[in-house]
């Protein structure tokens, strides 16, 4: 009986739902609309985008957005994505007790929360608040959707709203989740652990954040996992190896973070990933040979790390690899020949690591390959033949290494080139004629060899699509018919420092953007139709040639243009330049006149001006003050008059400013204390006097101080030590400084160069000398010292060195030098200058110092110039000064010295006696006083320290140990030549037989 009541009632449920398919709801349940009534009441709608909900009694399953069941007529979608919503999220959705899935992604929310009621809606599937302009936290409530499949909380990367705070481990309750999507917020903290709970999780996403931390390893949990990308954040710590647990994974997506550690060889146990990058972190240590076990991988990414050893021979048995980058680490090693038995490699970029060797011809193998990146390696030999093979090939750089020998004919059979890049070597030889042939090349680049030889026409006889050339730095010879029409229009033309002249084919270029003609032996003046063709250049370089004449007046040029015309014979007034440029250099050319008062009206954006080693006259414009977006300003070594102006503070972002080697006078305008991010400012060799103006202490980015061969007056300021933490260089040279030199000072632990010389200063030198870091330590990075201008301005300096005034341009950066000297200092000198082990140059010449020099004075090793004279010391001259091996200048003239003069190592070289004059008790070579017999020669005393009490006793030990064995040797060498030489014994008797007839007179004489 219970057997057919079940039977029966399965036959009822069969025809219900058979029935069912053609039986349709009449609408949506009343209070659903209600509910979504409520909703859109709370929205803001700024357009008839949601027209459909205006009638609210209708059927809201055919308002837009709404999906409902076909049977039960309950709401199950709401889907209102990108309709740029705003206003708030009512409580009213609640009551959609069905729903499944939520989109409200793409939507202008304006920074309200993620609504906390949303953990009720049990039945969601999917939820969709990306870039919807929420922010907040994560509410935690959301971890109670337990049937959840896909969360998605992204935002974009320019977002203005977007979510913080940490990540709600209560998310680790999603059981059901599959797609976790959290990228692009500034969520923080770090991973929860309890994300590995999400056992069905296909997809996670949480790039682009501030998460830190380590990767959790219980991450290793997530068995399902297909994608994971936690890219962009600040996650440090090595990479943990349950990650290579991830049977099912297909992309790993690390990369931007501080990752360290090694790379771990689990996971070369990811045989289904696709797709592998941990690129810019801050692994080390080798790349595992494991990874030759990723054998679905097509991409790997390893850039921009510490990864050393070399490259593993099991990188060529990814036969499914598509793009390898692991370029910019310090890999080490020869290329393997392996790789070049990747049939499907498209992209290889090995560039920036520390390669040598030669490149393996079986690279040539890869018929598939379109990228090919080698550069700034160390590596050698001649390029192979066999590159010639590679007929995919759209892009080749091996720029920078050390590849010699030819240019293999063979790459001009590469049909595919678009980008040629082999600049940087010590290539050789004649550019082959078969470069002309590769009709798709657009990037040329042979710049910075050796190569030698004729470029004719036959060289770009089908570069019908050459975009850009260059030939820099070689040594060529053009020789193309002046009436040559190339078959290309180039952008870019960059032929510096070779034999050319003006090129006339140049005219023909109707697109020509930037022209770089330096150092080219332009000669006389340059054609009018010249500057015509000028209008179109973003980018003009005709410095380091002979041209001569005028510029036009005005000089018309593209809007934002660099401009270098220096080191040329130009000259007449400066022009006007209409359309304004970003950077302007006419510095070392016979310019002369006055800036002109409206040069400023059409140079509002400029960058960059240098005027430098002309002949400019009369005053600085007060009008400059308008170029508000000056960087650099270089007016130095002209004839300029006249005051500072004070508008010239309001060039705000002023980082250079030179004005040395002019005619100024006045003060210095306190204005220029508005210059906040100026980092070198050189007045000096001006007629400028005063105090040192206070309002400077605000330029705290300053490196460079120069104010020297002026008439500044009064005492050295002592906020100079404490507004200045980054100076290097302080330069308050032939001045009137009076007082003592302030210890504050000499905390500068930056300053390289001090030179406080000619002043008239007093009182005795500070003890605190040993606070100057810098100066202990060897500089040896070769660089300019003025960032963010680039190359636009060179910091150049001059200081007393060897006798000598000597100018310092790139090499500033390398000098170490302390010049105090013609002041009125007194004392001794302190023991604290021996701690300066960086020094190079070190004068306190012209003082009144007394006392001894200081006997480790040999510490110094580097010490290049050395100049003591014109004081009162006295004592010996320490032996440990011929440790100075590096000294090329000495002077210890004029002073009370005594003793001999060390010898022995570089003091031998040193031989001019002037060195020593006037030093009345000195004696020893070069002087031509003679020592005193009792005067023994002092060995040179180790640097650093005294002669060991127990060392005259060893040489005792040792002189009378070899008397006795020298003696018996002696006599024994004596006999033996009596024996065997007869007239030697004869001659022996018979001088002792004179010696005894001599005794024998003189004693007769004697008793007489």
């Not at 250099?585 to 409206?598: A, R």
Request: hydrophobic residues 40%; contains cysteine; aromatic residues 6%.
């Amino acid at each position: 009986m219970e057997r057919r009541g079940f039977l029966f009632s399965l036959f009822l449920l069969n025809i219900v739902i058979y029935c069912g398919r053609y039986w349709e709801v009449s609408g949506c349940l009343d209070w659903e609309r209600k509910s979504l009534n409520t909703f859109r009441k709370a929205l803001n709608v700024t357009s008839n985008i949601l027209s459909s909900w205006d009638d609210e009694a209708s059927d809201c399953c055919k308002w837009r957005g709404i999906t409902c069941h076909n049977i039960t007529g309950y709401v199950l979608k709401l889907d209102l994505y990108h309709l740029i919503l705003s206003g708030r999220i009512d409580p009213a959705l609640v009551e959609l007790n069905h729903l499944q899935l939520l989109d409200l992604s793409y939507n202008a929310f304006n920074g309200i929360p993620i609504p906390q009621f949303l953990g009720s809606m049990k039945e969601l599937r999917h939820l969709n608040l990306s870039d919807a302009g929420f922010s907040g936290r994560i509410p935690p409530q959301l971890g109670n959707l337990s049937k959840l499949i896909s969360l998605q909380l992204s935002s974009t990367e320019y977002s203005l709203w977007s979510l913080n705070g940490s990540i709600p481990a209560a998310l680790g309750g999603l059981s059901s989740l599959q797609s976790l999507d959290l990228s692009w917020n500034q969520l923080n903290g770090s991973i929860p652990a309890a994300l590995g709970g999400l056992s069905s999780l296909q997809s996670l996403d949480l790039s682009g954040n501030q998460l830190n931390g380590s990767i959790p390893a219980a991450l290793g949990g997530l068995s399902s996992l297909q994608s994971l990308h936690l890219s962009r954040n600040q996650l440090n710590g090595s990479i943990p190896a349950a990650v290579g647990g991830f049977s099912s994974l297909q992309s790993l997506d690390l990369s931007v973070n501080q990752l360290n550690g090694s790379i771990p060889a689990a996971l070369g146990g990811l045989s289904s990933l696709k797709s592998l990058d941990l690129s810019w972190n801050q692994l080390n240590g080798s790349i595992p040979a494991a990874v030759g076990g990723l054998s679905s991988l097509q991409s790997l990414d390893l850039s921009w790390n510490q990864l050393n050893g070399s490259i593993p021979a099991a990188v060529g048995e990814l036969s499914s690899l598509q793009y390898l980058d692991l370029s910019w680490n310090q890999l080490n090693g020869s290329i393997p020949a392996a790789i070049g038995g990747l049939p499907s490699l498209q992209s290889l970029d090995l560039s920036g690591n520390q390669l040598n060797g030669s490149i393996p011809a079986a690279l040539g193998g890869l018929s598939s390959l379109q990228y090919l990146s080698l550069g700034e390696n160390q590596l050698n030999g001649c390029i192979p033949a066999a590159v010639g093979g590679l007929s995919s090939l759209q892009s080749l750089d091996l720029s920078d290494n050390q590849l010699n020998g030819c240019i293999p004919a063979a790459v001009g059979g590469l049909y595919s080139l678009q980008s040629l890049d082999l600049s940087g070597n010590q290539l050789n030889g004649n550019i082959p004629t078969t470069l002309g042939q590769l009709s798709n090349l657009s990037w040329l680049d042979l710049s910075n060899n050796s190569l030698t030889g004729n470029v004719s026409e036959t060289h770009f006889e089908n570069l019908k699509n050459l975009n850009d050339l260059d030939l820099s730095f070689n040594c060529l010879v053009f020789d193309l018919h002046p009436d040559w029409v190339p078959p290309f229009q180039l952008s870019t033309i960059s032929l510096r420092s070779s034999h050319l002249g003006l090129p006339p084919w140049i005219r023909t270029q109707r697109y020509i953007q930037e022209l770089n003609l330096s150092n080219t032996t332009i000669s006389g003046v340059i054609p009018t139709w010249f500057w015509d063709f000028t209008t179109q250049l973003s980018s003009l370089d005709l410095s380091n040639n002979k041209i001569s004449g005028q510029l036009p007046n005005p000089l018309k040029m593209m809007p934002a243009t660099y401009i270098d015309l220096s080191s040329n014979n130009f000259n007449g007034p400066i022009p006007c330049i209409l359309h304004g440029s970003s950077s302007l250099d006419i510095s070392n050319n016979q310019f002369s006149g006055p800036i002109p008062p409206n040069f400023t009206s059409t140079m509002n954006d400029l960058l960059v001006f240098s005027a430098r080693g002309n002949q400019i006259s009369g005053i600085i414009p007060s009008s400059i003050g308008k170029m508000e977006s000056l960087l650099v300003l270089d007016l130095s070594q002209n004839n300029i008059s006249g005051t500072i102006p004070l508008r010239l503070g309001d060039c705000v972002d002023l980082i250079a400013l030179d004005l040395s080697k002019n005619h100024l006078s006045g003060r210095i305008p306190i204005s220029l204390g508005l210059l906040h991010q100026l980092q070198t400012l050189h007045l000096s060799n001006n007629s400028l006097s005063g105090k040192a103006v206070s309002s400077l202490k605000s330029c705290t980015h300053l490196e460079t101080l120069d104010l020297g061969q002026n008439n500044f007056s009064g005492h050295i300021p002592t906020w100079i030590g404490k507004s200045f933490p980054a100076l290097r260089i302080l330069n308050l040279r032939s001045n009137m400084f009076t007082g003592n030199i302030p210890p504050q000072l000499l905390n500068i632990t930056s300053l390289q160069v001090l030179d406080l010389a000619q002043n008239c200063l007093s009182g005795s030198i500070p003890q605190s000398l040993r606070n100057l870091t810098a100066m202990k330590n060897e500089q040896k990075s070769e660089h300019f010292l003025v960032n963010g201008t680039g190359s636009y301005y060179k910091e150049n300096l001059i200081l007393s060195v060897k006798g000598l005034m000597l100018e310092y341009t790139r090499t500033i950066s390398l000098v170490t030098c302390l010049d105090l000297s013609s002041n009125n200092l007194s004392g001794e000198i302190p023991e604290g200058l021996t701690s300066l082990l960086g020094l190079r140059v070190l004068n306190l010449s012209g003082n009144h110092l007394t006392g001894k020099i200081p006997e480790k004075i040999g510490k110094l090793a580097l010490l290049e110039s050395l100049d003591f004279s014109k004081n009162q010391l006295s004592g010996t001259i320490p032996p440990s000064m011929s440790s100075l091996t590096f000294l090329s200048y000495l002077n210890l003239s004029n002073n009370n010295l005594s003793g001999k003069i060390p010898s022995g190592n570089q003091l031998q070289t040193l031989s001019d006696p002037s060195i020593y004059m006037g030093n009345n008790d000195l004696c020893g070579p070069p002087l031509t006083d003679k020592c005193d017999r009792d005067d023994t020669y002092q060995s040179p005393m180790p640097v650093g320290g005294d002669v060991k009490k127990d060392d005259g006793v060893h040489e005792m030990v040792w002189f009378y140990s070899a008397m006795g064995p020298g003696f018996a040797v002696g006599f024994w060498v004596f006999c033996g030549v009596l024996v065997l030489k007869k007239a030697w014994r004869i001659a022996y008797y018979r001088f002792f037989d004179k010696m005894k007839e001599s005794l024998l007179f003189k004693c007769r004489f004697a008793r007489c």
